[in-house]
């Protein structure tokens, strides 16, 4: 199957939303998890008002299980709501024009992160934003600045790290932060590790050889994880990283559903 996206307008971020869910059932037995309300919103209208916010005007998002439903809901066009302080008027508020990259119908399944990202590889800016769809990061900026920092550092990625959560208490990279450098550490390393907040910046290149052999678009759906390719990188120093302090949580059961909807 050859690559689906030919429009000459790319995406400047991507929002990975093709997973089933399976620790969010029952819930995501007829809803996608990134339709998930928190707060009164579904996951992903979080994140597109976040983009919006930052003046973004075009992401992709890649569906699989009942992927119809996330195109059903935000359609083509995603225009952000206007915010009441003043942080309004630092904002450009762009329309989002959406894309899709629907996995499911083209593969029958999720490519997993990897295989999903070289799938839409076409369709996106040579730098670009990725993001998981079902982590709520209240607070987070997608700001011009880092992508311009990021865009001049030839780096392959950046990535925000986070101290760890209970769930994830071994972490999952290292920090140079003298260098401002991701790691990847031995087993046996004392030096701490942090949790992948799941956003990152990225650069083509670490989606074609020598980090990745996947063909641009994924024609033949291949399935490949993506922390094999920053561990390579990381080992060529090619991979920067900062720690995020911000509010963040991996959605990733009902309970941590739960615990968001019944904050004030």
């Known amino acids: 199957m050859s690559p689906v996206f030919s429009a000459a ?26 339709l998930l309300q928190v707060q009164g919103h579904p996951l992903l209208h979080w994140h597109l008002q976040a983009l919006g916010q930052a003046g973004i005007s075009r992401v992709l998002i890649n569906t699989a299980w009942l992927g119809q439903h996330i195109a059903d809901r935000f359609g083509d066009v ?33 490519l997993e992160t990897a295989g999903g990202i070289v799938r839409a590889l076409p369709a996106l800016d040579p730098v670009f934003w990725v993001l998981a769809g079902d982590v709520f990061t209240p607070g987070f900026a997608f700001c011009p600045e880092a992508m311009q920092r990021f865009t001049a550092s030839g780096k392959l990625a950046h990535l ?10 071994r972490g999952d990279f290292g920090l140079d932060t003298e260098l401002g450098l991701a790691l990847n550490l031995p087993a046996d390393d004392p030096r701490p590790r942090f949790t992948y907040s799941t956003i990152g910046l990225y650069r083509r290149e670490l989606f074609a050889p020598p980090w990745c052999s996947i063909a641009a678009g994924n024609p033949l759906g291949t399935h490949a994880a993506l922390a094999p390719l920053l561990r390579q990188a990381m080992a060529q120093s090619q991979v920067s990283a900062e720690l995020y302090q911000g509010p963040w949580t991996d959605v990733g059961t009902p309970e941590r559903l739960a615990q968001l909807n019944a904050l004030p």
């Open 78 to 110: 995603f225009v952000p709501e206007r915010l009441s302080d003043k942080r309004e008027k630092l904002s450009n508020l762009s329309r989002l024009e959406i894309l899709y990259s629907h996995e499911g119908q083209d593969f029958g399944a999720a």
């Open 9 to 34: 307008a790319k995406a400047q971020a991507m929002l990975l939303a093709a997973g089933r869910g399976e620790r969010m059932r029952p819930l995501t037995d007829d809803c996608p998890k990134p």
């Open 160 to 169: 925000w790290l986070l101290p760890n959560p209970a769930h994830n208490p």
